[in-house]
């Protein structure tokens, strides 16, 4: 006989058809929200989720080190295909615990594009449900919300992990303000006390709704602080 610890767990499985990683490109229809996101109800409308980047720059300055990846891919605009290039430069500093992402979208085709722009990143925490696990922002009073739980900042920059038990924080904050989803990603795996619920990631997305004519910019800057 096999149980399940909590009643409706089939309204969780839900299969994500690519891989949970970091700054992850998404390009979404305007009206796209979390909830679809969280539920992969969503439509992509570029292909960069699955594309493979080119390294087209590797610089070092003393003790400072430059990548550049860039991705030709295509977009979906009025069912027609466009091209969108996709340039993110990551920039890291000997014994630092930052990592910058410039992030460039440009435009080629000569006609204003319009779609909301995600960039998805994952964190795995260890303990979904732990309380002195969770969430933080400098722009919204959470709450402290463990880190198995979902929830939106509007028109914000800054978002936080904290973990109190190991000690450190992860601090994400962009140069322009967004709407910053943040969800748990889950296994539902089989234990001798039943099939139940396993915390895996926290999941959290940057998202801009973007009126693009040649260029866009933004800034991520990703650190970790010892407490």
């Known amino acids: 006989l096999v149980v399940a610890k909590e009643e409706g767990l089939e309204n969780y499985l839900i299969y994500d058809d690519y891989q949970k990683k970091s700054y992850i490109d998404h390009i979404f229809p305007l009206n796209t929200t979390m909830e679809e996101l969280y539920k992969n109800l969503h439509q992509e409308y570029g292909d960069f989720i699955h594309g493979a980047y080119e390294i087209v720059s590797k610089k070092e300055f003393g003790s400072v080190y430059e990548v550049t990846f860039r991705r030709e891919g295509a977009?979906?605009?009025?069912?027609?295909?466009?091209?969108?290039?996709?340039?993110?430069?990551?920039?890291?500093?000997?014994h630092s615990q930052m990592i910058l992402a410039d992030?460039?979208?440009?435009?080629?085709?000569?006609?204003?594009l319009k779609f909301k722009y995600g960039t998805e990143l994952n964190f795995g925490l260890l303990?979904?449900?732990?309380?002195?696990?969770?969430?933080?922002s400098e722009d919204k009073e959470l709450g402290k919300p463990?880190?198995?739980?979902?929830?939106?900042?509007?028109?914000?920059?800054?978002?936080?992990?904290?973990?109190?038990?190991?000690?450190?924080?992860?601090?994400?904050?962009?140069?322009?303000?967004?709407?910053?989803?943040?969800?748990t990603v889950e296994?539902?795996?089989?234990?001798?006390?039943?099939?139940?619920?396993?915390?895996?990631?926290?999941?959290?997305i940057y998202t801009w709704d973007v009126e693009l004519d040649k260029e866009w910019k933004v800034t991520l800057e990703n650190k970790i602080i010892d407490r």
């Open 75 to 94: 977009i979906l605009d009025n069912g027609e295909k466009k091209s969108l290039i996709i340039e993110k430069k990551f920039t890291v500093k000997d």
């Open 103 to 112: 992030i460039k979208l440009i435009n080629n085709t000569g006609k204003k």
């Open 127 to 136: 303990a979904g449900n732990s309380h002195d696990r969770y969430y933080l």
């Open 146 to 183: 463990v880190l198995n739980t979902k929830g939106e900042i509007n028109t914000g920059k800054h978002i936080a992990m904290v973990d109190e038990y190991t000690a450190f924080e992860i601090h994400l904050k962009s140069s322009e303000i967004a709407n910053i989803w943040y969800f």
């Open 187 to 204: 296994t539902i795996s089989l234990t001798e006390a039943g099939f139940e619920r396993v915390y895996q990631s926290s999941d959290i």
